[in-house]
């Protein structure tokens, strides 16, 4: 089905979108809207009052003796999809269960796994999306992640 071409959806950028999308090309990864909520999820990382416990002494000992363990020296991450597990050197100790400010959850080194960047990144972007109460357009926004272990009543 044709459809006229659209103006993107980038104030002040005159390109036409790219077929179903609301960006031109140069705007899909980088719009206001990725930019809204890149600055918002700054500032809710930042207004946390556990974020300093990654600065804890205790825990930087801690996550690098973690990855030291030959069994958490690969990056844990599992594909949910193709069940393929990631090749790439584990760099980062993330939590299984987001802790949100649980110490028990934070220290517990069972909730513990070692990940790459890129895989560390992609899910800590899909919890920022289920940070706080995200209206349903801002859900529809983000693309699905595979990482699921949502804990239920937190
Ligand atoms: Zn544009
Ligand atoms: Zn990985």
Known sequence: ???CPR???QPDCRNLTAPGSRWCPAHVDDNFLTRQRAA???QRRKNVPWSNWY???WWRRSSKWFLRKPEH???EWIDSKTGE???RAAVLVDHKIPHRGDWNLFANEHNWQGLCTHHHSQKTASEDSGFGNPSKNEEKEVPAQPFKP???GV
């Open 40 to 42: 918002y999820n700054q």
């Open 7 to 9: 103006k993107c959806g």
């Open 1 to 3: 089905m044709f459809r």
């Open 150 to 152: 949502r804990v239920t």
């Open 73 to 75: 020296a690969i990056c």
């Open 85 to 87: 597990k990631c090749t």
């Open 55 to 57: 600065n804890l002494g």
